[in-house]
T-cell receptor, first 116, second 112 residues
Framework: DAKTTQPPSMDCAEGRAANLPCNHS???????VYWYRQIHSQGPQYIIH???NNETNEMASLIITEDRKSSTLILPHATLRDTAVYYC?????????????????FGKGTLLTVNP | DAGVTQSPTHLIKTRGQQVTLRCSPK?????VSWYQQALGQGPQFIFQ???????QRGNFPDRFSGHQYPNYSSELNVNALLLGDSALYLC???????????FGPGTRLTVT
C-alpha cells in the first residue's frame, strides 16, 4: 500500500471549515484514498473514501487532485466534537478483490484541534 | 454507534500470562480484523478473519492467534504476555464488497 504524509497537527476555529491535507505521491491506479478519525479513547471512525472524483457525504467532502498524488478532507463547519486524530489511508478497494478485505495501514495522522 | 462490541473494556495481566479478547461484529458483517494500538501510535494490523479462517496477517509473532465462530464473532488470544503487549486492542468488522470498516471501542490491556 502507498504511504501517506500528513501534518502532525492543525488548529481550526469552531464554525469554520477545516481542510486537512494528505500527500500520497506513490498511489497506484487501483488504490483508493480513505479517511478515518479517532476521537480520544474511542475506536477509529470511517469518514469517507474515493478513487479520483470528489466525494461528499453527511460528514465531509474529499477533494482528490487530478494526478491523484494528494487529497484534502474538508469538514465544512467544524465543531468542538470534531477534535480528533484524522488518518489518511491509501488502500485497494474490496470490490473485485476475490473475497479479500484489505487491511488498513495507519500512520500517525493529523491531530485536529477545534477551538471555541 | 458503529455496533461493534468488544469485551472486556479493560484488563490487567502479568508477564507470561495468557489473555483472550472478544469481539462481536456489526449486524450483517462477516469479516473481523484486529488491530493493536500502542500509546501515541496509529493502529497496527494484526490479522483478519473471514469464513472462520485467517485470511491476512500483519507482522506479529505466533503468540498472537485468533478464532472466528460461525456467528462471525471473533477472539484474539495472546500467549506469554510481554510488557510491550500493553496497548489498546481494536476490532473492526466489515462485509465484502463494501469498503468501510467499523471499529469497536477497544480493549485496554495492561501487562505488568
Amino acid at each position: 500500500d502507498a504511504k501517506t504524509t500528513q501534518p502532525p497537527s492543525m488548529d481550526c476555529a469552531e464554525g469554520r471549515a477545516a481542510n486537512l491535507p494528505c500527500n500520497h505521491s506513490t498511489i497506484s491506479g487501483n488504490e483508493y484514498v480513505y479517511w478515518y478519525r479517532q476521537i480520544h479513547s474511542q475506536g477509529p471512525q470511517y469518514i469517507i473514501h474515493g478513487l479520483k472524483n470528489n466525494e461528499t457525504n453527511e460528514m465531509a467532502s474529499l477533494i482528490i487532485t487530478e494526478d491523484r498524488k494528494s487529497s484534502t478532507l474538508i469538514l465544512p463547519h467544524a465543531t468542538l466534537r470534531d477534535t480528533a486524530v484524522y488518518y489518511c489511508i491509501v488502500r485497494r478497494s474490496t470490490k473485485n478483490s476475490g473475497g479479500s478485505n484489505y487491511k488498513l495501514t495507519f500512520g500517525k495522522g493529523t491531530l485536529l484541534t477545534v477551538n471555541p | 454507534d458503529a455496533g461493534v462490541t468488544q469485551s472486556p473494556t479493560h484488563l490487567i495481566k502479568t508477564r507470561g500470562q495468557q489473555v483472550t479478547l472478544r469481539c462481536s461484529p456489526k449486524s450483517g458483517h462477516d469479516t473481523v480484523s484486529w488491530y493493536q494500538q500502542a500509546l501515541g501510535q496509529g493502529p497496527q494490523f494484526i490479522f483478519q478473519y473471514y469464513e472462520e479462517e485467517e485470511r491476512q496477517r500483519g507482522n506479529f509473532p505466533d503468540r498472537f492467534s485468533g478464532h472466528q465462530y460461525p456467528n462471525y464473532s471473533s477472539e484474539l488470544n495472546v500467549n506469554a504476555l510481554l510488557l510491550g503487549d500493553s496497548a489498546l486492542y481494536l476490532c473492526a468488522s466489515s462485509v465484502i464488497p463494501r469498503d468501510e470498516q467499523y471499529f469497536g471501542p477497544g480493549t485496554r490491556l495492561t501487562v505488568t
